[in-house]
């Protein structure tokens, strides 16, 4: 059977998210897949754009909606469930984003969801993590109702560009809540490269020991063109902003190089970095759980070994 | 009378280290620590401080679960809470299901807020506040790390990706929360005493008359992929030669 998915993107109005790439990525595992991409904005021109151009993609529907300027799951969701109809899978990337939204979409369409999908293993099943990434469960989806899944981003690669789908508009009839308003955004760290999407990222833990050393790490991550991220020890303490947090309740990443320092590798923690290609750790503890899992670890005070390392680098 | 219900789950104590039973049927549970979700102790806190500044006159905490789960429930009532439900349900309950019961517990009590986690530890599945909100028809505001009411209207300050969203939500509202709103309170012993006393209604899963929520078929369980400890280098320039060779820098 064909498999009609719908994917949900994700983006800030002007620029669609990575994730929503990696959301395509999954639905071609799925069995012969039309895979159409929903976009709701205000005015969602370029996302749209953006969206047509990924490869694998049948067609991209776009909604526009003053209402759509702002993610309020209580508005996007009737949408979503409008345009669901006939759909097999409906799909939204695990950022902070899609777990807002998809439940609400899931509960409205009667369907239990998939949360964090890892794996496709068949168009009703699945595998995804639980318990902090310490198991693994297989799930069937149960027939009678679409699969509603976030889909784990750092578990899939971004699907290509170069494609030209066609785009739809799509009026909807669909009355929306005025019992959900947008106030405001206050952006965590826009200027740095993205913690979710790059290749190398240098994290700090509870020893970096006040905000003003935490910024040591920036001038390292300048130096590799990393992103900054942070356990959650030195986010709580206010070295960070929470936006850096790495691990179960933060963000999953994948990158090609990890370079943990002061941090002792909680398994909360842990569960943010297991697919990063190369884990380094700097610790002064040998004991410490993190080098259970570092490719290279390297024992001693940070702040004697940060400065050299970025000589060495620079 | 104003009320907040607080959703309890019973979990797996977030310091177990938890293993898979070699046969693949699910993870060890027997003697294993059980704890209050971390997130819904943060819940429960955040309730007790609205009620304390006089925004609400009660807090009722609720869980679906196992009889065992009144020991968590006695802990919340330690806590401050005011009265306790549990529905007693000796299958897991997944997240539609649990919405779908928390929702027949909301028009019961007529709450003007229902505080959850954001997510339950054990199966991190982070979907029960949305969907008791759709289900309910009524505002959510997940991942708080700020609440803030005033006048049948919440202010909440959410942790998103790009950094801190703020929306405002009428009220009656589903928040759920994030590690930051609060750091809950400890219990004393007198507390643990006097918790003994306060009610804890107990009633059947089937008594609510809930429609059968559809449900994911867990088929097996794997423990993840190992990775493996690597090695420890001596100094900085055999870590950095080391990162070279890889091609990493
Ligand atoms: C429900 C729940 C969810 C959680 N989610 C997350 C999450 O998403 N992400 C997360 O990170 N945590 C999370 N945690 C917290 C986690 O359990 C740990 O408490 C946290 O990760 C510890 O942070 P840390 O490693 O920075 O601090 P610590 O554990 O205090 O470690 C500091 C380390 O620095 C080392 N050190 C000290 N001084 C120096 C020095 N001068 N040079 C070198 N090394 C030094 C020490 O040896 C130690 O190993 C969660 C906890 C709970 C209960
Ligand atoms: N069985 C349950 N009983 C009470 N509350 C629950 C139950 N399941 C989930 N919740 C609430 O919903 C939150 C999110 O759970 P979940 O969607 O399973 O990650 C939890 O933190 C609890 O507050």
């Known amino acids: 059977m064909n498999s009609r998915v719908l994917i949900v993107a994700e983006h800030d109005g002007t620029k669609l998210n990575p994730s929503t790439a990696k959301c395509v990525t999954c639905a071609r595992a799925l069995p012969q897949p039309e895979i159409v991409i929903a976009v709701l904005a205000a005015d969602g021109g370029n996302v749209s754009t953006q969206a047509a151009a990924l490869q694998g993609v049948t067609r991209v529907l776009r909604v526009d909606q003053p209402g759509n300027a702002h993610a309020l799951a209580a508005t996007w969701a009737p949408q979503v469930v409008a345009l669901a109809q006939g759909y097999t899978h409906v799909l939204g990337p695990s950022t902070t984003f899609g777990k807002d939204l998809m439940p609400r979409v899931a509960a409205l369409l009667g369907a239990p969801q998939v949360s964090d999908l890892m794996a496709v293993e068949g168009a009703q099943k699945f595998r995804r993590p639980a318990y902090a990434g310490n198991a693994i469960l297989t799930v069937e989806a149960p027939a009678g109702s679409p699969v509603v899944a976030t889909v784990r981003v750092a578990s899939f690669e971004a699907a290509a560009t170069g494609g030209s789908a066609p785009i739809e508009s799509v009026n909807l009839k669909v009355e929306l809540p005025a019992h959900t308003r947008f106030v405001s955004i206050a952006a965590g760290s826009t200027d740095r490269p993205d913690l979710q999407t790059a290749t190398r990222v240098i994290s700090g833990g509870r020893a970096l020991g006040s905000a003003e050393n935490f910024k040591l790490l920036y001038n390292l991550a300048d130096k590799l063109g990393a992103a900054v991220g942070a356990s959650r020890a030195a986010v709580d303490a206010g070295y960070a902003p929470n936006d850096l947090q790495v691990g179960q309740t933060g963000k999953i990443i994948a990158p090609e190089l990890y370079i943990a320092i002061g941090i002792s590798g909680a398994i909360q923690h842990l569960t943010g970095i297991k697919d990063a290609r190369t884990i380094v750790a700097i610790n002064k503890d040998a004991e410490a759980p993190i080098f259970e899992v570092a490719d290279f670890g390297l024992v001693g005070d940070l702040f004697t070994i940060l400065p050299e390392l970025e000589k060495l680098i620079g | ?249």
């Open chain 2, 1 to 249: 009378m104003s009320k907040i219900l607080v959703g309890i789950k019973r979990v797996v104590d977030f310091n177990v280290r938890v293993r898979v039973k070699p046969d693949g049927s699910g993870v060890v549970t027997e003697g294993v620590k059980m704890s209050i979700n971390p997130f819904d102790e943060i819940a429960l806190e955040e309730a007790l401080r609205i009620k304390e500044k006089g925004l609400a006159q009660e807090v009722v905490v609720a869980s679906i679960g196992p009889a065992d789960t009144q020991q968590q429930l006695r802990t919340a009532l330690a806590m401050g809470a005011d009265r306790a439900i549990l529905v007693q349900a000796d299958s897991l309950v997944q997240p539609l299901a649990a919405a779908r019961a928390i929702l027949a517990l909301v028009k019961r009590e007529q709450p003007m807020l229902v505080i959850l986690g954001k997510q339950a530890i054990d199966d991190d599945n982070n979907q029960t506040g949305q969907m008791l909100a759709a289900l309910w028809g009524r505002p959510q505001a997940t991942f708080a790390s700020r609440v803030e009411l005033k006048e049948g209207k919440a202010q909440v300050t959410r942790e998103v990706d790009a950094g801190l969203e703020t929306i405002e939500v009428d009220l009656p509202a589903v928040i759920t929360t994030d590690l930051r709103l609060n750091e809950p309170r400890y219990v004393k012993l007198p507390e643990i005493m006097k918790a003994k006393k306060k009610p804890l209604d107990t009633l059947p899963f089937a008594e609510l008359n809930t429609e059968a929520a559809p449900q994911l078929r867990v088929l097996r369980t794997d423990p993840p992929a190992q990775r493996q400890r690597g090695v420890i280098v001596k100094d900085v320039p055999e870590l950095v030669a080391a990162l070279k060779k890889k091609g990493l820098l």
